[in-house]
C-alpha cells in the first residue's frame, strides 16, 4: 500500500483529488457528480477491458481515470453529461489505437478535448485549474503542480515551456498589447500553468532526457503561442501539447531504427575477412 501511494500515478491522483476537492465546490457542486461519473466510468470500464482481457486478469486502469479527470475538468461545467462522457471515451479509445505499440503518440485527453468543440461544439473553461476563483488559490496549483513535476523528473520541460511561452506573450504585447494582455490574467493564466504541470508532462508522451525536454518545452511554447494569434480559440494550448508529441513520436522512431541497425548481428553483414583456406 505504502509502495503504491509513491508512484507518480497515485501520485496526480491525490493531487486531482485535492484540485477538484477545491474547485467543485465553487463550481456547481452536487450538479456536478453526473459529469464526473460520465467522465470516469466509460474510460475506466473501456480501458480496464482492454488491460484485463489479454492479461486474463482484473486490472485496474489508473491512466483512464487520470484521463477522464482532466476531460471533466476542463470541459465547461454547463456541457451535457453525454459530451463529457463521449469525450473522455474518444480519449480512451485514441490512446489504444494510435499507439506504436510501445507508447501512445498523443495526450488522450488533449486529443478529445480538441475534437470535441469540432464534434459538439463543446466549451472548454478550465475550471479545475481555478481560473474562476480568486487569485489566492493559484498558490495551491502551482505548489500541487511543481510537487508532481518534482516526483516525475521533468523540470526542464515545464520551465522551457513556460519560459517561451510567456516570452512569446511579453515580445507581442510590444506590437499589439491588446492581442495577448489576456493571455497574463485569469482564467488564460491558471490554465497554462495546469497545462505545463500535469499534462505536458505525461510521462508516455513527453521525454524523459534532459535536452529532450528542453527542446519538447520550447516547442511547446511557440506552438501554443502561435496557436493562439493565428485564432485557433479556446484549443491552442491543446494544440501546444499535441504537435511536440508528434514530434516526439517522430524522434524515438528515427532513434529505434538508428539502434536496431547498430546492433544488427554481425553475421548478416558478413565477415570483415574471408576465412582462411
Not at 456547481?28 to 467522465?39: D, R, T
Not at 529505434?256 to 544488427?264: F, H, L, T, W
Request: aromatic fraction near 12%; proline fraction near 8%.
Amino acid at each position: 500500500m505504502l509502495r503504491s501511494l509513491r508512484t507518480p500515478k497515485v501520485q496526480m491522483l491525490i493531487a486531482f483529488v485535492l484540485l477538484l476537492g477545491i474547485a467543485v465546490p465553487a463550481s456547481g457542486g452536487l450538479a456536478l457528480w453526473p459529469k464526473l461519473v460520465a467522465a470516469v466510468v466509460p474510460a475506466c470500464l473501456i480501458d480496464g477491458l482492454w488491460m484485463s482481457l489479454p492479461a486474463r486478469k482484473p486490472r485496474f486502469p489508473m491512466s483512464a481515470l487520470l484521463t477522464g479527470l482532466f476531460v471533466f475538468s476542463i470541459l465547461s461545467v454547463e456541457e451535457s453529461w453525454l459530451v463529457v462522457a463521449w469525450t473522455s471515451t474518444f480519449a480512451v479509445l485514441s490512446k489504444r489505437i494510435l499507439s506504436t505499440g510501445r507508447e501512445h503518440i498523443f495526450n488522450p485527453a488533449a486529443l478529445a478535448l480538441v475534437w470535441a468543440p469540432i464534434a459538439f461544439g463543446s466549451g472548454e473553461s478550465w475550471w479545475g485549474a481555478f481560473g474562476d476563483m480568486p487569485w489566492v488559490w493559484m498558490i495551491v496549483l502551482a505548489a500541487a503542480g511543481l510537487f508532481i513535476t518534482d516526483r516525475l523528473n521533468k523540470f526542464p520541460l515545464v520551465l522551457s515551456f513556460l519560459a517561451i511561452y510567456f516570452g512569446f506573450f511579453t515580445i507581442g504585447s510590444v506590437y499589439n498589447p491588446h492581442a495577448v494582455t489576456e493571455m497574463f490574467r485569469e482564467p488564460f493564466l491558471q490554465a497554462a500553468l495546469f497545462l505545463a504541470f500535469f499534462m505536458l508532462t505525461d510521462p508516455p508522451t513527453s521525454p524523459n532526457r534532459y535536452l529532450d525536454q528542453v527542446w519538447f518545452g520550447v516547442l511547446a511554447g511557440l506552438t501554443a503561442g502561435a496557436a493562439q494569434l493565428l485564432g485557433a480559440g479556446q484549443v491552442y494550448l491543446l494544440i501546444g501539447i499535441l504537435v511536440p508529441n508528434a514530434v516526439l513520436a517522430l524522434v524515438r522512431w528515427a532513434r529505434r531504427q538508428g539502434a536496431e541497425n547498430v546492433a544488427r548481428p554481425q553475421r548478416e553483414i558478413g565477415p570483415a575477412h574471408p576465412p582462411l583456406a
